[in-house]
Every structure is written in structure tokens, then in C-alpha cells.
């Protein structure tokens, strides 16, 4: 085997074994790739050059000599995508902050006192607001985590059993993954769009189309609404078969009060929280805004929904329809005035609702877990982006190119667009399967850098690119919910460790699964459901 095969190669095992090993990702893979690239760099110098094929040296110490180029290249990839990646920090602290003031659970009992008298509407509550949580956070481990807390022991006390009990939850928190406004969405268009015009370029088209995180959101949308009302119905039929012995009155507290709010009381906790989230969402979609003021404008006003004072709520949500109605209207120089007073006001809103969440423990505690979420995301994107950089730098990129072109070469795939189809079934399975053991972040920023150029191979009216990052996302949420090691069944094990066993969990999940699969076959042979 020559050197420009083996070493990639001998890369890319390391590169999974750190993966594997349990060591951070981020330094895992930025240190390996550093310290390989180093001491090629160092055996050059020394006069131990490896060749390749062509007999030029694989690594040329003149241009690596102290390794500059990678830090600036490291800056050249994530600098087009500041931008945008600002939107992940501010969705992560609109989501926290609603589950710290405890919106969210507020939330799930109003909807639970909605569909209470429903045969199955328990579980199809635990259903919808997860799908809520996931339009909020768009962080699975929150979701999870969160649904644990605030729905398990209502599931159980219904009589659902902890197989059925657990496999609602699990299910319902990796909605986070497809129903946007999703971190993984913001990422996938990053990558996509990126590989999508490097290779249209390299086929010679140098004015390719761009993706961007809002094509994803509006495409993403119906197949996430079909993986929730699949799940719903499914948690529905679980719950209708229960038998009405198996049921136990719920205790008294918060669920029974849940139970019992007046009408004025359901509007109360089912507007505030629902209504940023359908302004938020509906505001990308409609392209009024990016996603990063989106985003931006979702966690003021999650901060303000967070303060819990109806004195600041309502105000500032007239303040600020005022104020989208004046930018809309343009109105005349003579009301600039109270432009400016209802701009003041709204600030004035905004800073105390900092105040009381702060002076509560809220803002600090969201505002922490923003921190240490929003880091790890960085941390792993830059350690991945050396890892691909060196890779590249190796030969690394020609190596997969060469591989996925001959296995679809080996299945009879001789037309380009065939090929090109052929390689992304290829690339979603492998997809699925490193979902069991790999955070979806690694997987976005490591796997496809190096798969996606060969599947955007052909034109977009050939293969659609956002067609292609729609089945991404849904096969990365399929593997997630996936025994044995779905990463969201860890979350659910570790949020509630004494709740039956991890077969009953297996078990639990395997029916959701199956309406992940049948979503994913149905965006696969119907391309305009996106």
C-alpha cells in the first residue's frame, strides 16, 4: 500500500480511536492532528521525506515549517460562518431559560390539561411538548432531560409501564433534531452549503446556488410535523390499550393542579411560551429576519417571559408589535417620538426582567449552561476543522473520493447522477451506524466534509443539496433513538436511572424508530415533501 493510502488511512483509524476512547473530542482530534501533521513535518526537516506515488513529498516542510498555515486556515473556515454560528448560543439560552423559570413544565400541564379526557392524549401531551422543547432548544440532552423530569412520573402513574413510559420520552426529546429552529440544522447548512459549492465549483459551475440554515428550516418543517403526529399517534394507541385498573389516581400537587386550570389559567401558560416560539420560527420562514437576529430576538424574549411578571410580559409584547408594525408601516417623522418612547420602554422592559431573573437564580443558572454547551459545540468544531485540514493536507480527501467512487462503481452505478444517489444511501448508513457511538456534532463537522464533495458531485436539478441535508438530519435522528447506543437513551438512563431496565428501554423505543425509517423512506421516494 503507498504512503498517500496508508498514512490517511493510519489518520483516519487514530482519529476514531480517540473518538472512541472517551477523551474529549475536541482535543482528541485538534491534538492527534496536530501532532501527526508535526512530526511529518519534523521527519522532513530531518531529510526523511515520504513520497507519494508521484514522487513529490507528501508534506512539504517549507510550507508547514512552523505550522501557520493551519491556524490561519483553522480562521478561514470558521470566519464566513461567525455569523451564523452566533444564532447557536443565543437558541441554547432561549431554550435553558425557558426551563429554568419553569415555563416548560407549566407548559406541559396545560397541555396535559387539554387532552386529559383523551383516550391516550397523556402520551400524545408528552408528544407536542416535546415538540415544543425542541422548537425552543433545539438541544436533544435538554429535551430529554427535561421530558424526564416533568413527564415520566405522569406517564407512569397512567399505567404506561416503563416500557412504553420511557420510549414516549426518548422519543419525543430527539425531536430537537429535526424540528427547527435546530442547532443541528444550523450546522448541516454550514456543511452542506459549503461542500456543495466547493464541488460545483470543481465541476466548473462558478455561480452555484446557496444554502443556507433558513432553506433548511422551511424544507425541514413538514417532515419534522409528520415525525410528531407519527409519534403522537403511536403514543395515543399505547395509551388507549391501557387498561383502566392499571391507571392510579395522580397525586395531589402539581399534577392534579395542572388538571384543574381555568380556561384564563391554560391561556395563560400555553400563549406567553408558544406565541416567541411561533414568532421566532415564523420570522425565518418568512424571511423577515436571518437566524441569528432570530435568535436573538428569541432569548430577550425568553428572558422577559422568564422575569414571570405579567406587569412586564404584556407590555413588552404590545412594545414590540408596535415597534415590527412601525418598522413595517414606515411611519411619518411627526410620530418619531413614540417610536422612540416605545424603544425606550421595551429596553426598560428588558433590563428589569434581567433584574428579577437574576436576583431568581434564572439568569445565572441559563447563562452557565449556554456557556458550557455553547463551548463544547466550539470547541468540538475548531477541533474538527483541524482534523480535516490535516486530513486534507495528507491526501486524505482524494483517499474517500476514491473509495466511495469505487464502491459505487462495484454496484453497477456507471451514470454520474446514479452514483452520485448511490452515495449518499451509502453516506446515510454509514451515518446511521456512527450515530450510536458519536455526537451528531462530530459527525457534521468530521464525516462530511469528507463524503459530501462526491455526493455533490452531479448539479443541483440532479441531486438537491437541501433535499440531501433533510435526509441527514433524519438519519441522525433515527440513530440517536437506535439501541444500544443511542446517545438520547443515555440522557433518558442517566435522568432517570432507577426507571426499569435497559432492555424495557430497547424495547420502548423500537416502535418510533420504525415511523423514523418510514418518514425517512417517504422524503427519499416524495423529494417535494421538503
Known amino acids: 500500500m503507498t504512503p498517500e493510502i496508508l498514512i490517511p488511512l493510519l ?16 482535543f482528541g482530534l485538534g491534538g492527534m492532528s496536530v501532532v501527526v501533521l508535526g512530526a511529518l513535518v519534523g521527519l522532513s526537516i530531518l531529510g526523511v521525506e515520504i513520497q507519494g506515488a508521484n514522487g513529490w513529498p507528501l508534506i512539504d516542510a517549507s510550507s508547514w515549517r512552523d505550522l501557520s498555515p493551519l491556524a490561519d486556515k483553522v ?47 397523556l402520551g400524545a401531551s408528552v408528544v407536542m411538548v416535546g415538540g415544543l422543547l425542541a422548537a425552543s432548544t433545539g438541544v436533544v440532552g435538554a429535551s430529554v432531560v427535561t421530558l424526564t423530569a416533568i413527564a415520566l412520573p405522569a406517564l407512569v402513574a397512567q399505567g404506561y409501564g416503563p416500557r412504553r413510559a420511557a420510549g414516549i420520552v426518548t422519543a419525543s426529546g430527539t425531536l430537537g433534531q429535526i424540528i427547527p429552529p435546530s442547532i443541528i440544522l444550523i450546522l448541516l447548512a454550514e456543511q452542506v452549503g459549503a461542500q456543495f459549492q466547493a464541488a460545483q465549483i470543481a465541476q466548473g459551475d462558478f455561480t452555484p446556488m446557496a444554502v443556507t440554515s433558513g432553506d433548511l428550516f422551511r424544507s425541514a418543517l ?37 388538571l384543574k386550570l381555568s380556561p384564563l389559567g391554560l391561556l395563560g401558560r400555553i ?23 432570530a435568535a436573538s430576538f428569541g432569548a430577550v424574549g425568553a428572558l422577559v417571559l422568564a422575569s414571570r411578571d405579567g406587569r412586564l410580559i404584556w407590555p413588552g409584547l404590545l412594545c414590540a408589535v408596535a415597534l415590527f408594525t412601525w418598522h413595517l408601516l414606515g411611519a411619518s417623522e411627526a410620530l418619531r417620538p413614540v417610536g422612540l418612547g416605545l424603544y425606550l420602554g421595551l429596553l426598560g422592559v428588558i433590563g428589569w426582567s434581567g433584574v428579577l431573573t437574576l436576583r431568581h437564580g434564572i439568569l445565572a443558572a441559563a447563562t452557565f449552561d449556554m456557556l458550557r454547551l455553547s463551548a463544547m459545540i466550539y470547541a468540538i468544531i475548531i477541533g474538527a476543522g483541524l482534523f480535516a485540514l490535516t486530513f486534507k493536507a495528507l491526501g486524505g480527501q482524494d483517499v474517500m473520493t476514491q473509495a466511495f467512487h469505487a464502491l459505487t462503481t462495484a454496484t453497477g452505478a456507471n451514470d454520474p447522477a446514479q452514483a452520485a ?39 443541483a436539478d440532479v441531486l438537491d443539496p437541501i433535499w440531501a441535508g433533510i435526509l441527514i438530519a433524519l438519519t441522525l435522528q433515527t440513530s440517536f433513538l437506535t439501541p444500544p447506543f443511542g446517545v438520547a437513551l443515555f440522557y433518558f438512563r442517566g435522568a432517570a436511572p432507577q426507571h426499569g431496565t435497559a432492555l424495557q428501554l430497547y424495547i420502548g423505543v423500537l416502535p418510533f424508530i420504525g415511523v423514523q425509517v418510514l418518514v425517512i423512506l417517504m422524503v427519499w421516494f416524495f423529494p417535494a415533501l421538503i
Open 11 to 26: 489518520f483516519l483509524l487514530g482519529a476514531f480511536g480517540c473518538l472512541l476512547s472517551g477523551y474529549p473530542v475536541a
Open 222 to 258: 413538514l417532515p419534522g410535523i409528520l415525525v410528531l403526529i407519527g409519534f403522537a399517534v403511536l403514543a395515543s394507541l399505547q395509551g388507549w390499550t391501557i387498561k383502566p385498573e392499571r391507571q392510579t389516581r395522580p397525586k395531589q400537587g402539581k399534577q392534579a393542579a395542572g
Open 421 to 459: 444517489h448511490l452515495a449518499l444511501l451509502y453516506l446515510l448508513i454509514i451515518i446511521f451506524l456512527l450515530g450510536f457511538v458519536l455526537e451528531f456534532i462530530e459527525i457534521i463537522v468530521v464525516v462530511l466534509p469528507l463524503a459530501l464533495p462526491v455526493v455533490f458531485s452531479v448539479p
Open 75 to 121: 480562521y478561514q473556515l470558521m470566519a464566513p460562518s461567525g455569523q451564523t454560528l452566533l444564532a447557536i448560543p443565543l437558541f441554547i439560552l432561549m431554550g435553558v431559560l425557558l426551563h429554568r423559570s419553569g415555563l416548560a413544565e407549566q407548559l406541559f400541564e396545560a397541555v396535559q390539561s387539554l387532552v386529559s379526557r383523551l383516550p391516550g392524549g
Open 271 to 293: 400563549v406567553p411560551p408558544v406565541g416567541l416560539i411561533v414568532l421566532v420560527l415564523g420570522s425565518i420562514l418568512a424571511g423577515v429576519t436571518d437566524t441569528t437576529s
